[in-house]
């Protein structure tokens, strides 16, 4: 009986889950169509995906910095071009680099899961990184590399208009948020970007298989952004 009553709240579980990210989906698609029609666009939801298809085809070549000469594959970017969350790495690891796609190692997968225990898959939000090129032995970035590498990220946000973006690690974090604090410090606050758009700065998931004592912080980090879309959706709170 009681195993029974376990199942049926587990079923409602996944119900209220699946009604949340319906939800999001038909509410961000409603809302970008609107703003493109304000504009004089009604190619809506279309625009932004073939607006980053054209800023992929753009850059695929790119030789602005060192990096290129060493990579398999450009790591663009993927996921929901409509989405009102975007998350942001440092740049692409040796996975990456070999199938052309963001956060496909270890990394990837634990991010997966986090998604997935928020109620989120990949395919709602759209995931990038500083850099698009493997830095060799994934070294940090330099700082000229960033700075021929960072205007192509923020025409992605400029084209995706996220609501929110979670900056994964110390350097997402430090350069969308001009700060040199530690992300430590300044992980699960919540601040502003640019306008209509927050930052929320949260664990590199990397960090957290090596130090699995932040892997609690990282989901907490994971809740708090889902609740703040929920908010700014006027939906409730599902947990
Ligand atoms: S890392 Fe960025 S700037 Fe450097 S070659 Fe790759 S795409 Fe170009």
């Not at 060799?136 to 590399?145: A, L, T, V």
């Amino acid at each position: 009986m009681i195993e029974k009553g376990r199942e049926s709240l587990y079923h409602d579980y996944l119900e209220i889950i699946d009604l949340f990210r319906s939800y999001l989906r038909r509410k961000t698609k409603t809302e970008k169509n609107q703003r493109y029609q304000k504009q004089g666009n009604n190619a809506g939801e279309e625009n932004s995906r073939v607006l980053l298809g054209n800023l992929y085809r753009s850059i695929k070549s790119c030789q602005k910095c060192s990096l290129h000469k060493l990579r398999n594959n450009l790591v663009f970017g993927a996921g929901n071009p409509d989405t009102e969350l975007m998350l942001i790495g440092e740049a692409p690891g040796r996975e990456e680099d070999f199938q052309g796609r963001p956060f496909v190692g270890a990394a990837g997968r634990l991010l997966t899961e986090a998604l997935e225990r928020i109620g989120l898959s990949r395919a709602d939000v759209y995931i990038a990184n500083i850099l698009k090129c493997r830095p060799p032995g994934n070294r940090n970035p330099q700082p000229e590399e960033i700075e021929v590498c960072f205007p192509y990220l923020e025409r992605q946000i400029e084209i995706i208009k996220p609501k929110l973006i979670c900056t994964m690690g110390n350097f997402a974090s430090q350069l969308l948020l001009k700060t040199s604090q530690g992300i430590t410090h300044i992980r699960g606050k919540i601040q502003c970007y640019k306008e209509n758009t927050s930052v929320i700065p949260i664990f590199h998931p990397a960090a957290c298989i090596y130090k699995p004592g932040w892997g609690r912080n990282f989901l907490e980090d994971l809740m708090m952004v889902r609740d703040e879309l929920g908010k700014r959706n006027n939906s409730k709170k599902i947990v």
